[in-house]
């Protein structure tokens, strides 16, 4: 059974949210702290984190931060507050995803649905640019033989961007096709998500190879002509 | 003269010390001048009066040589005129003076006329002799003394006419160069003028410390009102004794203190407001989230109530919504009378963004919708999600207002700006109310039940967005003939003067408004 970690201090949001997901048939794991949450994370190592950003004790960024020392599992943050600062320090302390309070059931359960899809692959099948060898079916990165980890988010950015070299994605294709809804344009969700992946792959970030930005359009893969 | 002027208008130092240097330098000069007049005409007072006492020796001597002349046989008249001529070389030395003797007219010893060596008897002119000649008296003139073989010396020259036995009338010139006096003033002028110079040296450099001096404490006062506008308010003028500066001083930092207090009193109250938006947001959120939940929990199962509870499921559903809508459209307003809002700007192309906007408010229902949309993509540097917030309002609107009419949406643009508009065939407004639609809670008919799910702050939000990106929604519309939203901005989000690439008054209207006076 699919299990989900639910960290919220606000009780009766915590349990309106576990009767949702237990509805929807997911195992449900509440902490009502950022100070005990990554205990709890270790202890019970689930599918999927949901994170409020407001939290007594440790606030949620610094406990995404925690967590992504040691997994890669999909995190959604849970903020109160669209405000760019708040949103960004989340993204990139390595949130896959965020939600803006109030959301529907409908919503959340989408957005999970979506963050713990696997795409279906075929046995065997890699795919590769430049230096780097994206092994689909055992969801892992290669750059010179060294494996660069990536959390599943981060993987399906770069795998489809490869998989079709050249094309030009626009942002909003890419919330799609990786987030796998539309919401409201949210461009800084990609941009924050395409930093991180050219953080990991790119020998120089600053000048990346594989991940190119188009500009006024979105990103493409490609390997720039040197 | 840039270079002549900047220093004159910036500095008050430089304007006293050229004040202070152009006075001193007019009063030096007219007493360096003066002096030298008077100093001029004394020496050449000396010269004449030394030189007529000069010439009356030598007319006495003259007489004295008359009567001492011994004529010897062989003695001649012209014997007699030689000595006599000798007797006049009396003085102090020969360059002294020179002596011109000439016969006066109507004297038949025409040849007998003696000069001093060298020089040329024409010095004495016709008119000068004719006024010796006339007045029988002593008369003077100033002259050129011309020597014989060129070269020439100003001189003064006293003459007379006298009178000698057997040789008759004779004019007697005694020239007294003035090249010494000439010499002596030319060595006083020099000597004056250096003085003078070194005065006005002086006197500038004095009065340009001396104002340097003064001035300093008013520089440095404007530099820290300068630095005190610039934002930093703890800056406070240095106060020192008594004097004028200081009562300025005084009275700037009393100025400063007021000023200060003032605007840390606004930060704090914006912040105060700023800080309240954000926890209402917050506080009210998370309720709100486990009630919509709640909610959306309990209308899923609707089907399994009893008919009035069912429907209270439906009613609580959709306002909730609505609720939240009104909720996040006040904070938005909230953050903008509290400066807070933030642009968060990309490049992107608005058509696309249009485009999806109104695939995401209209749905498959889009038979009374014309679009005219620009060849190619139109690039902006602006905020995505504001910039479709404006489309979603101005659709909205147009969409509830429409009354079954058509709506045209229009993009067009040019070098600086893109316009967008968005035009409706629906119940329109009033002319006098094309700024009041921007008002918050505005209706255009407080009678007429809102029909839609509108907040009635979508176009106050629109326009604060609008002005955000330096640009602005115009608002056009007459009853029954729809309205026209146009919305423009500058393409690369920079301030200025911009004229609407899409005419707020329709086309089609203008016949009609030409025709009709209206209101």
């Known amino acids: 059974m699919t299990s989900i970690m639910v960290i919220d201090d606000d009780q009766h949001l915590a349990e309106m949210l576990s009767i949702v997901l237990n509805g929807a048939g997911y195992e449900v794991d509440l902490v009502g702290s950022g100070d005990m949450a990554y205990e709890v994370f270790q202890s019970q190592d689930p599918d999927l984190v949901l994170l409020d950003v407001m939290l007594p004790g440790k606030d949620g960024v610094e406990v995404c931060r925690e967590i992504r020392t040691t997994s890669m599992v999909p995190i959604v943050m ?68 060294k494996e660069i980890p990536l959390t599943r988010l981060e993987f399906d950015l770069l795998v489809a961007l490869v998989k079709e070299p050249g094309r030009v994605f626009t942002r909003e294709d890419l919330l799609s096709e990786v987030w796998g809804y539309r919401p409201a344009t949210d461009t800084r969700l990609v941009n924050v998500h395409v930093q991180r992946l050219r953080a990991k792959v790119e020998d120089d970030p600053e000048n990346p190879k594989f991940v190119l930005t188009v500009r006024g359009i979105g990103y493409k893969a490609g390997q720039k002509e040197l | 003269m840039a270079i002549g002027i900047r220093p004159w208008r910036q500095s008050l130092a430089f ?233 300025l001083g005084r009275a700037f930092n009393e100025m400063a203190v007021v000023l200060s207090r003032q605007i840390s009193r606004l930060e704090n109250l914006s912040r105060l407001q700023q800080r309240f938006v954000s926890d209402v947001s917050h506080e009210l959120r998370t309720p709100l989230t486990t009630m919509k939940m709640a909610s959306g929990v309990i ?48 490049e992107f192309d608005i058509c696309a963004t249009l485009e999806r906007t109104i695939d995401y408010v209209l749905g498959a229902d889009k038979t009374f919708l ?51 508009g968005v035009r409706d065939y629906g119940v329109g407004f009033a002319r006098k109310d094309s700024q009041r639609v921007f008002e918050r809670f505005w209706r255009a008919d407080p009678s007429r039940a809102r029909s839609s799910g509108g907040t009635g702050l979508g176009l106050a939000i629109s326009q604060e967005d609008a002005l955000l990106h330096h640009g602005k929604i115009e608002a056009w519309g007459r009853p029954f003939h729809g309205a026209n939203f146009v919305l423009t901005i500058p393409k690369t989000n920079e301030i200025g003067e911009f004229e609407s690439a899409i005419a707020v008054i329709p086309e089609d209207e203008i016949s009609t408004i030409a025709g009709i006076k209206e209101e």
Not at chain 2, 382 to 407: M, P, S
């Open chain 2, 299 to 346: 209308h899923a199962n609707r089907d399994f109530f009893a008919p009035a509870v069912a429907r209270s499921a439906e009613l609580l559903q959709v306002q909730m919504e609505r609720f939240e809508k009104l909720l996040a459209d006040l904070l938005e307003v909230s953050r903008f009378d509290a400066q807070a809002a933030a642009v968060d700007l990309v």
């Open chain 2, 15 to 247: 304007k006293i010390t050229a004040g202070i240097l152009l006075l001193s330098a007019i009063l030096t000069s007219a007493a360096v001048a003066t002096l030298y007049s008077q100093i001029k005409s004394g020496l050449y007072r000396e010269k004449y009066q030394s030189s007529q006492n000069l010439y009356s020796t030598i007319a006495s001597a003259i007489q004295l040589q008359v009567i001492l002349f011994q004529p010897t046989k062989k003695s001649n008249l012209k014997d007699r005129f030689d000595s006599i001529f000798s007797a006049t070389n009396v003085g102090l030395g020969s360059n002294d003076h020179e002596i011109v003797l000439l016969p006066a007219k109507g004297n038949k010893h025409k040849n007998f006329l003696g000069t001093s060596d060298g020089v040329d008897p024409s010095t004495i002119s016709n008119n000068f002799s004719e006024i010796v000649e006339k007045t029988k008296k002593i008369s003077s003139r100033n002259l050129t003394l011309n020597y014989i073989g060129g070269g020439n010396a100003n001189a003064y020259a006293v003459g007379a006419l006298i009178t000698l036995p057997e040789l008759g009338d004779y004019e007697l010139y005694v020239v007294f160069p003035l090249t010494d006096v000439e010499k002596s003033l030319h060595l006083v002028r020099n000597y004056l003028s250096i003085i003078g110079t070194i005065l006005i040296l002086l006197i500038g450099l004095t009065s340009a410390w001396f104002t340097q001096r003064s001035i300093k404490p008013v520089r440095e006062a404007a530099l820290i009102a300068e630095e005190f506008t610039s934002g930093l308010l703890d800056r406070r003028i240095l106060i020192k004794g008594e004097d004028e500066m200081a009562r």
């Open chain 1, 78 to 145: 849970l903020t109160a507050k669209s405000d760019t600062t708040d949103v960004i320090a989340g993204l990139e302390a390595g949130a896959d995803d965020y939600m803006v309070k109030p959301f529907t059931e409908g919503e959340l359960l989408a957005r999970i649905k979506a963050r713990l899809r696997r795409q279906n692959i075929v046995d065997g099948q890699t795919l590769s640019i430049g230096d780097v060898v994206i092994d689909l079916t055992g969801h892992k990165v290669k750059k010179n033989s």
């Open chain 2, 370 to 420: 014309q679009l005219k949309l620009p060849e190619g993509p139109v690039i902006i540097l602006a905020d995505e999600r504001r910039i479709e917030r404006i489309f979603r309002n101005l659709i909205t609107n147009a969409v509830d207002h429409r009354n079954e009419g058509n709506v045209e949406i229009t993009v067009a643009h040019n070098e600086q700006v893109v316009s967008v």
